[in-house]
């Protein structure tokens, strides 16, 4: 077995940077076992606040907060944190040269009944500033919390998966990820139809056509409603994810956030081969313009990304 500790040393990447992402495993490791233990302990319901999108906060997305924060100050490379539930951006350790963009507890509206929910995290070079491109991102990754708890890490060159074992080490479990080219599963809010744009309507129509379709094979409809979830099974079997803008979600630019969603699912989506788009340009070439920035989101196997975009291109 291969340990990620052990991984990371091998890896051709500055040390300290290495270290960012063991950082990020260190708080997950620690999250999933504050989640296993939730009930019992009786860490759910609502914190009674609510965060900077208006959303009300659950217990939990606080907790995963302060345990990300309180790792991330012990690393003395990590300068600045954004983070989903924190209004603005953090300045830790001055002189560390990293910056940490996280969801530290995605899809916590799943958490009550006991459904997968993740960490997701990107990594950036803190003297580049707050609004980088996706494609500046020098690692991300997320931890989900399901039957197993899943660690999947990338550098932009590949995408790896570690699975936390008893002792709260990670160890190596697939390497060198591949997202398949083309897919018959697609994950979608279907109850947000009536909003979709004429794009999102094509595509979905012609899958739901099936064989008989022009796509001609039949198709299967998956919707966790945890982005962590549904990415994790689209880089294991392949897929499309869409979160597209719609006609409600259009005032905010979209629904997912850019820094710490769409960027890093969009870097461990495109190092396993898949692609990623707002539909009209390519997630990771986006310059951000404030750090909750909102953005449509499409991606996972190419086939599928390039049928919408083929829609898109069609408006
Ligand atoms: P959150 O960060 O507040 O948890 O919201 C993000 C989640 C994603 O995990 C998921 O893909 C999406 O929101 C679900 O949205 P919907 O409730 O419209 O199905
Ligand atoms: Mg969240």
Do not use: C
Not at 247 to 273: D, F, Q, W
């Amino acid at each position: 077995m291969t340990t990620l500790s052990d991984w990371l040393a091998a890896q051709p990447v500055d040390p300290k940077l290495a270290s960012v992402v063991a950082t990020m495993a260190a708080a997950s490791a620690e999250i999933a076992e504050v989640l296993r233990r939730a009930p019992i302990t009786g860490q759910t319901g609502l914190a009674g606040h609510t965060n900077v999108q208006g959303e009300a906060q659950k217990a939990l997305d606080v907790i995963s907060n302060d345990i990300v924060l309180n790792h991330i100050r012990h690393n003395p490379d990590i300068s600045l944190l954004v983070s989903e539930e924190l209004d603005e951006a953090v300045h830790i350790q001055n002189q560390g040269r990293f910056m940490v963009a996280t969801d530290p507890l995605d899809g916590s509206s799943n958490l009550d009944v006991n459904v997968t929910v993740g960490t997701i995290f990107s990594v950036l070079d803190a003297s580049k500033g707050l609004l980088q491109r996706g494609s500046s991102q020098l690692a991300a990754g997320y931890a989900a919390y399901g039957p197993a708890t899943s660690l999947v890490v990338t550098f932009g060159q590949s995408t790896t998966v570690f699975t936390l074992d008893a002792d709260g080490t990670f160890q190596l479990t697939q390497e060198g990820l591949q997202v398949s080219s083309s897919s018959g599963e697609y994950a979608i809010n279907t109850a947000r139809e009536r909003l979709w744009d004429a794009a999102t309507r094509g595509y979905v129509a012609e899958n739901v056509a099936g064989e008989t379709g022009p796509a001609g094979k039949r198709y299967n409809m998956r919707w966790v409603g945890s982005m962590v979830a549904d990415i994790h099974r689209i880089l294991m079997r392949g897929g499309i994810f869409m979160y597209p803008l719609d006609s409600e979600t259009v005032s905010k630019g979209g629904r997912l956030r850019l820094l710490y969603e769409a960027n890093p699912m969009a870097l461990l989506i495109e190092a396993a081969g898949g692609r990623s788009t707002t539909g009209r340009e390519r997630i990771l070439d986006l310059v951000p313009t404030g750090i909750h920035q909102r953005v449509p989101v499409i991606l996972g196997s190419a086939e599928e990304v390039t049928r919408v975009e083929g829609w898109y291109g069609r408006g």
